[in-house]
């Protein structure tokens, strides 16, 4: 034993060392990262985000300077905090109450502290900032909009959350990102790459060189430039127009499928969105639950697309050769079917032809074409599904493949969609609603703005998209390949007549342009709104789908205006000025435009909300605004 | 025949790892002291370069205290050990203070600091003093004439304000224990470390209470006659031990020794508190401690530790040198670090029970049991298990006193083991 003892104890104690070693740097040690080391001092050095112009090259998107004080709470030392607080302009509460933030996001990882300072408040800071160790100053670079119109287009950047922070590790806290637009979708192109600096400090928290002579530096990859395929003018036209009215607009050049103007209204100037103000703002914007100002209503709001509808069945209808182009039929001021009546505006006994038919959108016509249509197969199980995929086949109902931040889906109906509701039997006139438009077929505006150009093309589209050329590459395939709808060439041209007959002689005669020969259809679509838990129909949608000229078309476009009645009333003047806007350069229009100027849906919005019983459609009035004053001074 | 035989006498497994711990240490004071310009092994101003003056001193050291006949260590002890004890109370009147312990005599840029070879000094007295024919270290007489020879140099440095040196004294409990001290002082040291650490670590009154468990058990299962008055006494003596340990910590203590008693045993929960003691008395600790952790399992590679590089831990090339090795070294070298001091010791160990005279073996005994005082006070300390006591890590830390004082004693080991044959 007297022998042993000291024997024993080296022996412990070594083993005892071995198993706190363990413990220190095995156990308890996390991967050791550069990232993470706080010997050394990581500064990013942020590149340019890249610029963003119009189709025309005009500067939509440019940078400005913006410096935000940044904490890692674990370097911070004792300081003068009331010094410290009132170069920031903030009071002792909001110090502990961010500081404490800042700890449990991270002891060891940067903060923001506090954003956006002012270029004075941020010459003062920078003198005093070397006494406040732990604290530093970030540049970043914060969006400049050269245009106060476009914001649902442009997009915005904001810093990163928690879940752009999961899924992707280039991003750090207090990093800037896009949000919404081309702002969001095309992230990774505009905002370059980070360069960063690895420095070595001591443990003073001074700077004592670069860590390895800057084997690990990287230098920052400026952002590419882009120019989008947006038309700057004709956009703030129809932004213009579209005040105090709500709905979505979508004009597509279709010989390329490029956007030329995407419009949802409300909207907001982009430069609400920036620095300091952007917090305050966007909570005002984003709480706005009944104008809903961040709800993109050209890509996101799904409608029943109404009469514009019918074109489509006139097509599938000559593909499957159900209907001749001369064929009449006898319209009784409605369609009956199985007990029931569709009405219709025609007098009665008239015989519509196709061109007729689509000049006059006549009920009765496109009910008998769809019946048709469906009951050509042995029964209409199988007539349903042939007529979706034909409708498929000009991108409804389904996500069309672009570079849109947002979507939906909409809807086309098949017989698997149906089984629910009618599991055995299925006939043709159960579904008899969609001959119209209405019932189960829904779409969004960029869907039926797609499908305009691909009668335009008589036949063929190409996916809308919004980029117009980046810097240095070349467009992805998928925007410059053909896609072919499933209807033969020949069967257009009838359809595409009844269009032009629609602005000669049928329900848009009144809005036609000197010069321009338009093809065009008016919707006019029902709609329903749960108020305090009662269905009640408010105020039509306003419908308007155009494309011009008829021959080799410049623009193919749709416009939604909800609850603005009977088509031709808003979508359609709206449609015809923005043709005119476009093709013409200026507009002769006058009297249309100021009228649209001049009447306002916001009475109508109102009503729902109100609580009070209100009429709807041909019983309401319309609410009389004095012209803008920038329009009466002109 | 006899001349090859000479050269081989020597214990070539102790000198092969004082010379590997040596070596690997200076590479460690070159990473820890390296400034980050430009290594210059002739500039000295930089600690590195001056160890390598040391090392070089050392060698020629070396070669003088194995040339020495080693009956003259036996034959001199008392003189070396009274010219040290002068050496001591010299340094106390004409000594220069360095981080508040005044430990040096000044010549010129020079510095010396006695209290290190005095370790040395003290193991020969005690070796000559306990071989003596006439010396019974069960004998209550010689035992306190023993004391007194640890005791005086341990004194005086302890009036140097070196408490960290005076406590290596402590080692010499290992040599007396093992020659014959009387199993009780053992039983007393175990009793009141353990009574009095869980006292404060768990209270009064748990301690209190497993102690009388453990005591009744051990009652019950006894094996000789025992009074019952024997494990009471025990019980009543903890009671006190207990609670006055408790008073004495509680209001007898300054705050900042209450603190560090606090922070070694993991008392302090108070999160602001602790970031507090990491900010204040506890930063060297807190450092050193992230820097080995830092490390990992294989370091960041030699002259690649960051927080080594940005001289993070303070004194980190003195008594910090194995945060060094933590970092750029990892687990790997720290582990090979801690086994060569082991292999190191128990070398020295095993060669003293060898030894056929009582002198050599007690002062063998001294040797390896100094070392492992220093091994286990200063890694311990640098890992955060043992509160902080600046001593320095045996050839391992920066200084030439050191690092001659630890040579010379380990030498005189080796020479006195070298005779060992010669002795019949």
Redesign the interface.
């Known amino acids: 034993m007297?022998?042993i003892?000291?024997?024993l104890?080296?022996?412990i104690?070594?083993l005892?060392?071995?198993a706190?070693?363990?413990y220190?740097?095995?156990y308890?040690?996390d991967?050791?990262s550069l990232y993470h080391?706080n010997?050394?001092r990581k500064v990013y050095d942020y590149p340019k985000r890249g610029f963003v112009y119009d189709r025309n090259g005009k500067l939509l998107v440019a940078n400005q300077p913006s410096y935000d004080v940044m904490v890692i709470p674990r370097e911070v030392e004792p300081l003068d905090t009331l010094e410290f607080c009132s170069l920031l302009k903030i009071d002792k509460e909001q110090f502990i109450a961010k500081y404490n933030k800042a700890k449990r996001y991270s002891p060891r990882l940067p903060y923001v502290f506090v954003s956006h300072l002012s270029k004075e408040d941020y010459a003062v800071l920078q003198e005093k900032m070397r006494k406040y160790d732990g604290f530093y100053i970030q540049k970043r670079s914060l969006r400049q909009y050269e245009t106060t119109i476009g914001a649902n287009v442009l997009g915005d950047i904001g810093e990163v959350n928690n879940a752009d922070l999961e899924k992707d590790s280039y991003y750090q806290i207090g990093d800037l990102t896009g949000k919404q637009g081309v702002e969001a979708s095309y992230e990774k192109t505009l905002r370059g790459r980070k360069g960063i600096k690895f420095i070595?400090?001591?443990?003073f928290n001074r700077d004592?060189?670069p860590?390895?002579g800057g084997t690990y530096d990287t230098l920052p990859e400026p952002g590419k430039d882009i120019k989008i395929t947006i038309d700057a003018e004709l956009q703030a036209y129809g932004e213009k127009l579209m005040q105090n009215k709500r709905g979505g607009i979508i004009a597509i050049d279709p010989s390329s499928g490029e956007i030329l103007t995407m419009i949802s209204a409300p909207t907001y100037d982009p430069n609400d969105l920036v620095g300091r103000k952007r917090s305050k703002n966007f909570t005002r914007l984003f709480k706005d639950s009944i104008a809903n100002p961040f709800f993109n209503r050209s890509l996101q709001g799904v409608y029943e697309p109404g009469s514009p509808f019918k074109l489509m069945n006139a097509l599938i209808a000559l593909q499957e050769e159900v209907i001749t182009i001369d064929e009449k039929i006898t319209c009784y001021r409605g369609y009956k079917y199985a007990g029931e009546f569709m009405g219709c505006h025609c007098p009665s006994g008239t015989r519509n032809d196709l061109i007729r038919g689509i000049q006059e959108s006549c009920n009765a016509y496109f009910a008998t074409t769809y019946r048709r249509i469906l009951d050509k197969p042995k029964n209409a199980s199988e007539g349903i599904d042939v007529w979706s995929e034909h409708a498929k086949s000009f991108g409804l109902g389904d996500f069309l493949d672009n570079d849109l931040f947002v979507g939906q889906k909409g809807r086309i109906p098949n017989r698997a969609y149906y089984k629910s509701a009618y599991p055995n039997s299925f006939y043709s006139t159960y579904t008899i609603s969609n001959a119209i438009g209405q019932g189960e077929v829904a779409t969004t505006p960029i869907q039926l703005a797609n499908m305009i150009a691909a009668i335009a093309n008589r036949g063929y589209y190409y996916t809308p998209h919004i980029i117009k050329s980046i810097e240095g590459e070349t467009l992805p395939e998928q925007f410059t390949t053909k896609k072919q709808t499933s209807i033969d060439k020949k069967h257009f041209e009838p359809v595409i007549e009844g269009m032009l007959q629609v602005y000669k002689k049928g329900t848009a005669k009144y809005l036609q342009v000197d010069g321009i020969d338009i093809c065009g259809k008016t919707g006019t679509v029902e709609n329903f709104a749960i108020i305090d838990s009662v269905k009640t129909q408010l105020t039509d949608h306003s419908i308007f789908v155009a494309f011009a000229p008829k021959d080799n078309p410049k623009i193919a476009l749709a416009v939604f205006v909800e609850n603005g009645y009977y088509g031709n009333r808003f979508a359609g003047k709206i449609a015809s000025l923005l043709i005119e806007k476009y093709i013409k350069g200026d507009i002769t229009r006058t009297d249309m435009e100021n009228w649209l100027l001049t009447h306002s849906l916001e009475n109508e919005y109102a009503k729902p909300h109100s609580g009070l019983p209100f009429k709807i459609n041909r019983e309401t009035q319309l609410q009389v605004i004095p012209l803008p004053k920038d329009e009466t001074n002109r | 025949m006899r001349q090859t035989d000479r050269h081989f006498k020597f214990d070539w497994v102790t000198i092969l790892l004082f010379f590997a711990l040596v070596i690997f240490g200076w590479f460690n004071i070159l990473s820890a002291s390296q400034t980050?310009d430009a290594i210059e092994y002739l500039n000295f101003s930089n600690p590195y370069s001056k160890q390598l003056i040391f090392i070089g001193l050392t060698c020629i050291l070396i070669l003088l205290v194995l040339s020495i006949d080693g009956k003259f260590y036996e034959r001199f002890s008392s003189v070396i050990y009274i010219i040290a004890l002068l050496l001591l109370v010299g340094v106390l009147f004409f000594g220069k203070t360095i981080n508040g312990a005044t430990s040096w005599y000044a010549i010129g840029s020079a510095t010396l600091q006695p209290g290190e070879f005095a370790k040395a000094a003290t193991a020969l007295a005690i070796a000559k003093y306990i071989s003596d024919l006439n010396t019974d270290i069960k004998n209550v007489k010689d035992q306190m004439q023993t004391f007194i020879i640890i005791l005086l140099p341990a004194v005086l440095i302890l009036l140097q304000n070196d408490t960290g040196s005076m406590l290596v004294y402590g080692a010499f409990f290992?040599v007396l224990?093992?020659e014959?001290l009387p199993k009780d002082y053992?039983n007393i040291i175990l009793f009141v470390t353990i009574v009095s650490t869980s006292a404060l670590k768990f209270g009064a009154l748990p301690t209190v209470v497993v102690s009388g468990l453990f005591l009744s058990v051990f009652y019950y299962f006894r094996r000789k006659k025992m009074k019952l008055i024997q494990p009471i006494g025990l019980l009543i003596l903890c009671l006190g031990l207990s609670f006055s340990i408790q008073f004495f910590y509680k209001n007898i203590l300054q705050p900042h020794q209450q603190d560090r008693i606090s922070l070694w045993l993991r008392l302090e929960k108070d999160p602001t508190k602790l970031e507090k003691m990491k900010k204040t008395f506890a930063y060297n600790l807190n450092?050193s401690?992230k820097a080995?952790?830092?490390?990992?399992?294989y370091g960041?590679g030699f002259m690649?530790g960051?927080?080594t590089?940005?001289?993070?831990?303070?004194e980190q090339h003195t008594d910090y040198i194995f945060s060094t090795v933590?970092e750029e070294w990892?687990?790997i070298g720290?582990?090979i670090v801690?086994?060569v001091?082991?292999l190191l010791?128990?070398r020295v160990?095993h060669l003293a029970?060898l030894q056929k005279s009582q002198f050599s073996r007690v002062y063998g005994?001294s040797v390896?049991?100094i070392f492992?005082i220093h091994?286990?006070i200063n890694?311990?300390m640098v890992?955060?298990?043992i509160p902080t006591i600046g001593i320095p890590l045996p050839f391992f830390s920066y200084g030439g006193s050191g690092l001659w004082g630890f040579t010379i004693l380990l030498f005189i080991f080796i020479k006195l083991d070298s005779n060992r044959i010669n002795e019949w």
């Open positions: 007297r022998k003892l000291l024997f104890s080296v022996i104690v070594g005892i060392f071995s706190r070693l363990f220190l740097q095995i308890a040690s991967t050791y080391d010997a050394i070595q400090k001591n443990r004592i060189g860590y390895k | 980050g290992f224990y093992r014959g053992l450092e401690e080995i952790s830092s490390g990992g399992p960041k690649e960051t927080r590089t940005g001289k993070f831990v303070p933590g990892g687990f720290s582990f801690i086994l001091f082991t010791i128990l160990l029970e005994y390896a049991a492992f091994f286990m890694i311990g890992m955060g298990l």
